[in-house]
């Protein structure tokens, strides 16, 4: 996603066993371990050394000759004067900050576009009567073998649904495009993994959840269709986000034919592979680290060495003495976090109470049915056996109240299905929590990067002083010295465009949650009136007829009661 | 100001000049819990009073009979009310009341407790054979239950109703175990119930009866005589049959109307949750939208309430009704089994007659001078004959006490259901009500989000 795939490889000596990397960054370290850092944190900025050209690099000069004190990032307290702001003093206050940053990196797009303004706020929030529509229907599934050969015939069968879709989102093509593809559920993973590795910071609804036990569970009809609902709930959820919705990853998926050609994410296990592949090439010297992945978090099995740095960041984030170099600030963000963690509470319980609610209803629908029945037996039984009028006269008492009873029971039921429709807004919102706080999640972890390589930095930094020291102590410099010297300067200027990159990474990530949280701020006031809208017009629609039923045998059993009383 | 309606479905009419009969009023009343642990019980306040026409009570279906004088028993009332009574009958003290001689004017409070309820209907039962004895409301299986406020009022309704009915029955209004009951002293009602329990209930001659009973059962086996002697007329096993399927089908009505009793309370409980649920969740939204939540979740807590108040009514005014019903039906098989026994009891001694009959003649024959046997034969002709007068008594009785029956229960019914419609149509636009106060608001609402 970041650009330009070639890689330069950095050749460094290494001559420490793995051991010594836990002395790495963060502790101050003597001149033997220095290969071994160096390697590491080329490991680091070796990526990103093509991302911008190598030499031209905006922010390398300054803290070259400033190691450290000109940058950016660091804490507040120390006030220095912020390079890349037209106010020296604006650095202070994390929006204008993140504002100077933008601008400095105004030609490097980050490969998404911005976010597309809001959608016309309507009360009625479905795509339909917007002026962009993207309807889509998960259809038709049919059971599909894998043509490769395998042991077992029949083993790697697999379930394909048809979706079709029509919009007039230019993006699709014409207007009024009607299109289908068939897709399998492992389509479905690698779109959903994409559009994570892709909007980081979006609040990506989730998908459905994949099935532990594969093939036997497949059979069954009630277990695929099922899964037809889950897809199609999530595919519209994702189609109603203003930004996904037109995304290349969502796009090529519902449109382009064949076999879905966007590349699966690689599992778990040749994750686990391919890091303990790299490992001794990282540990050699020999890193292969693809340019966009500093933009990823790390992952497990693969990005071991990354990892590791990270994970010491942030225990010292925790437990060290000193603050980490940048923390977050965002004063509007936090609040916003606190108020959205406690809006999650609420909504769950309603939530829960909701579907409680849903069961009385429907108990009490059935019971009231249960009990007209019950009465229907007895008219008929009291006409079949009537001596006497007056048994003939109970009986028609007994129907009209036993109609009316299957007829009340029959509106319960009814007002109970509409109400599970508008009260599922609540479960809704609680799918989009999740969503919430894997964009936070994303947020932290593109923060320790940031952490992460700015105290590998300082460390580098200090490291060159103390050479530099030792070096100008004797006379005419020390040959292996002056070597290492230059080697450090250089490790130095690439793991600076790698904190670069990864500033630049978490501030696009802080505006997408920035911006996210706005939309969803603006959609949840909407999705909630009409929730309660619908509710309300809904029950008083219903109790007005269940009303009328029950008015009209009173009327019919006035009789019986005394009217003077 | 008068009392309330009775469940029984005495309900009153304007003044009627006929009704310047002399009647008793009962109240069941004032239920307090007394004793200790296992042996704890309530006890009930019953109050009668004679008074004439001062307030009309006229009940219609005794009109329908004809009773000229009225009993009637109304229970449920406050202290108050009985006082001021009181006072008006003080006033009528010289009025004779021919018709209840023997009951004290005019007012006479007892306390009695269920117990004794249980003695005065198994008296009646025992000396009104054909006829359909009131039922009584049940002992409480479940120990915790048994003294719940609720389950108290339902049981206070009941025995009221009880009372009521006995006081209303032209016959068994002038029962000598109903004045007892109403006026005895509490030793002497003491005394009278302890006497009959346990296995000691049966007067000997009943304990005879018992044994001949089982030994007529034993030599038909052994005389191969597999079914017991019953009566063979149609009608009648019609009758039967219709009984036993009708409280079949009445139990399953009242399980039903019992649980939908359930599902109110539960409901109201639902919706007293989710309000308060939502009303939180309006705090945390603020603005208009969070007080749109929080007035929805007032609404739901007051509809909460309207829902406890109806499943009481429906307790009450329905469930009741329709388990007095079953209990109905299950006394009046009660006077089924002992139509059979007096059946079977007629048929035996008319069979030991022929029998005698058979001997005396033998003996006439011979000359013997068993003279004691003739002295027998004549007892047993009083017995058989008195045997086949009670039989017949019980089935005229018993056809007059269906019509009775099925006209009472036709009223029954018709009251139950008019209240049940009643309290359903209530809620229900109760809840309309409260929704639709609503929508203003989100109206209001919703135009503000969108702006």
């Not at chain 2, 009472?408 to 309290?423: N, S, V």
């Amino acid at each position: 996603m970041m650009g330009s795939e070639n890689h330069s490889v950095q050749d460094h000596p290494l001559s420490e066993p793995l051991d010594h990397m836990e002395n790495l960054a963060l502790h101050d370290h003597d001149d033997g371990n220095d290969g071994a850092k160096s390697s590491l944190s080329a490991a680091y900025s070796s990526a990103f050394t093509t991302l911008s050209e190598s030499n031209h690099h905006p922010l390398s000069s300054p803290i070259v000759s400033t190691p450290a004190d000109s940058d950016p990032l660091l804490s507040p307290p120390q006030s220095f004067p912020n390079p890349y702001s037209p106010d020296a003093s604006s650095y202070i206050d994390p929006p204008s900050y993140a504002e100077a940053v933008f601008t400095s990196f105004d030609g490097d797009t980050n490969g998404i576009d911005p976010p597309s303004p809001p959608l016309s706020l309507s009360i009625s929030r479905s795509p339909s009567s917007s002026s962009e529509y993207l309807n889509i229907t998960v259809s038709n599934p049919v059971k599909e073998q894998e043509t490769s050969n395998s042991i077992v015939p029949g083993s790697n069968s697999y379930v394909t649904y048809l979706i079709t879709t029509t919009t007039n989102i230019t993006e699709f093509g014409a207007p009024g495009a009607e299109f289908g593809v068939r897709r399998r559920f492992r389509d479905v993973v690698t779109l959903s993994d994409r559009l994570a590795e892709a909007y980081r910071g979006f609040f990506i609804p989730p998908r459905p959840d994949k099935s532990v036990v594969e093939s036997q569970v497949m059979q069954k009809q009630e277990f695929v269709e099922q899964r037809r609902v889950a897809l199609e709930k999530y595919l519209r959820r994702l189609a109603a986000h203003p930004v996904i919705r037109k995304s290349d990853e969502f796009r090529v998926f519902l449109q382009v034919q064949g076999r879905f050609p966007l590349p699966s994410t690689i599992d778990v296990a040749s994750r686990v592979l391919d890091g303990a592949a790299k490992l001794p090439k990282q540990l050699l010297g020999e890193t292969v680290i693809a340019p966009h992945e500093i933009v990823q978090p790390a992952r497990g099995g693969r990005d071991l060495m990354r990892l590791f740095k990270e994970l010491r960041q942030s225990v010292a984030n925790d437990w060290g003495g000193s603050r980490p170099p940048v923390v977050e600030e965002d004063k509007d963000f936090l609040e916003k976090k606190e108020k959205i963690h406690e809006l999650e509470q609420q909504i769950n319980g309603a939530s829960q109470q909701a579907e409680s609610l849903v069961k009385s209803q429907q108990d009490m629908g059935e019971t009231m049915g249960e009990l007209g029945l019950a009465f229907i037996k007895l008219t008929k039984f009291e006409n079949e056996e009537a001596i006497l009028n007056t048994q003939r006269i109970r009986a028609a008492d007994m129907k009209g109240l036993a109609t009316a009873a299957v007829k009340a029971s029959r509106l319960f039921r009814e007002l109970n299905a509409q109400t599970v429709k508008h009260l599922d807004t609540l479960h809704e919102y609680l799918g989009l929590m999740l969503a919430v706080h894997n964009a936070f999640s994303e947020r932290s972890s593109a923060l320790l990067t940031v952490q992460t390589l700015l105290s590998e930095l300082s460390a580098l930094q200090s490291r060159v002083e103390k050479l530099e020291v030792a070096t100008s102590k004797i006379f005419g410099g020390d040959k292996s010295r002056v070597r290492k010297l230059e080697e450090l300067q250089e490790t130095i200027r690439v793991t600076e465009d790698a904190k670069n990159i990864a500033i630049r990474e978490y501030e696009r990530i802080k505006e997408n949650n920035r911006s996210e949280l706005e939309r969803i701020d603006k959609e949840r006031q909407t999705d909630f009136v009409n929730m309660l809208k619908g509710f309300v017009i809904n029950q008083v629609g219903y109790t007005e007829k269940i009303a009328n039923v029950w008015t009209k045998v009173v009327e019919e059993t006035g009789r019986y009661v005394d009217k003077s009383i | 100001m008068e009392q309330q309606r009775t469940l029984s479905g005495s309900s009153q009419s304007p003044r009627s000049p006929s009704s310047s009969q002399p009647f008793l009023s009962v109240s069941v009343t004032d239920p307090v819990k007394l004793g200790n642990g296992v042996q704890a019980y309530i006890s009930y306040r019953v109050i009668t009073k004679l008074y004439c026409d001062l307030f009309p009570r006229v009940v219609h279906r005794e009109k329908a009979f004809g009773h000229v004088s009225q009993l009637e028993v109304s229970i449920g009332v406050s202290i108050i009310e009985v006082r001021i009574m009181a006072v008006f009958i003080s006033r009528m003290h010289s009025k004779s009341w021919t018709n209840f001689p023997e009951y004290q004017g005019p007012e006479k409070i007892v306390i009695r407790r269920y117990s004794d309820f249980v003695w005065l209907r198994d008296r009646l039962f025992e000396k009104y054979k054909g006829i359909f004895i009131p039922p009584l409301p049940e002992k409480s299986a479940v120990e915790k239950f048994r003294f719940s406020a609720e389950f108290i009022e339902m049981r206070r309704q009941a025995l009221d109703v009880f009372v009521n009915r006995i006081a209303s029955h032209c016959e068994l209004q002038q029962s000598e175990d109903l004045r007892l009951f109403l006026q005895a002293e509490e030793e002497t009602m003491e005394r009278l119930r302890s006497h009959e329990t346990g296995i000691f209930k049966k007067k000997p001659a009943d304990l005879m009866q018992i044994f001949k009973d089982v030994q007529s059962k034993v030599s038909d086996v052994v005389l191969g005589k597999e079914k017991p002697v019953e009566e063979t007329d149609p009608e009648y096993e019609k009758m039967k049959h219709y009984i036993f399927e009708l409280e079949n089908h009445l139990s399953e009505a009242q399980k039903h109307a019992y649980r939908l009793v359930k599902r109110h309370r539960e409901l109201g409980q639902s919706l007293s949750d989710f309000g308060k649920a939502v009303k939180l969740l309006g705090a945390s939204e603020g603005n208009a939208l969070g007080k749109a939540f929080s007035e929805l979740g007032m609404k739901s807590e007051i509809l909460s309430a309207k829902l406890q108040k109806e499943a009481h009514q429906l307790l009450m005014n329905f469930e009741e009704p329709l388990k007095d019903y079953v209990r109905a039906v299950q006394s009046i098989k009660a006077t089924i089994a002992e139509r059979a026994s007096a059946f079977r009891r007629q048929c035996e001694l008319a069979e030991t007659m022929k029998l005698k009959e058979i001997n005396l003649d033998k003996l006439m024959l011979i000359r013997s001078d068993k003279v004691a046997e003739a002295e027998h034969e004549y007892k047993e002709a009083t017995e058989s004959e008195q045997a086949t007068k009670t039989f017949e008594t019980i089935v005229k009785l018993m056809n007059q006490e269906m019509e009775r029956f099925q006209e009472q229960k036709t009223l029954d019914m018709g009251i139950a259901f008019h209240e049940f419609a009643k309290g359903q149509a209530r809620l229900a636009n109760g809840i309309a009500d409260a929704w639709r106060s609503l929508l203003p608001k989100l109206e209001a609402c919703s135009s503000l989000v969108e702006n």
